[in-house]
């Protein structure tokens, strides 16, 4: 007989053995007492089962309702952000109190040199000319 691992598996095993032994119950009285202990515990544990398997549903509607309310949060919080910027402008430092960056203008790039030199020629183009 392969030993089960699972709790619906082991819960089985044992309402199997409980049911065995109260067919039995005259040909061994001995063991009236634990036999009705173990139905006594296998009772409670298809309820507390039923009652973990309302959870897990439970749950997976509370995960669901938390998604749907983290997506919308989301979209107001944008829409907030959006609407501050708005309000103050997008240059405003009282921007980042509600941590947002304000515009502070571009990084320019270095203008090339203008002093009228040629760009130093690579080894290539002068190759090609």
């Not at 001995?30 to 039923?50: D, F």
């Amino acid at each position: 007989m392969t030993k089960e691992t699972t709790y619906a598996g082991m819960l089985g095993d044992s309402r199997r053995l409980a049911a065995s032994l109260t067919v039995n119950s005259s040909e061994v009285p001995h063991l009236e007492v634990p036999r009705i202990k173990l139905e006594t515990l296998l009772t409670r544990e298809e309820e507390v089962s039923k009652q973990q398997s309302a959870l897990i549903a439970s749950k997976q509607e509370a995960s669901r309702q938390l998604k749907t309310l983290v997506v919308e949060s989301r979209r107001l919080t944008n829409v907030l952000r959006v609407a501050l910027k708005e309000h103050y402008g997008i240059r405003s430092e009282k921007l980042a109190e509600f941590g947002l960056k304000p515009f502070r203008g571009r990084n320019r790039k270095a203008k090339p040199d203008d002093t009228g030199t040629p760009p130093p020629s690579t080894p290539a183009a002068t190759e090609t000319s």
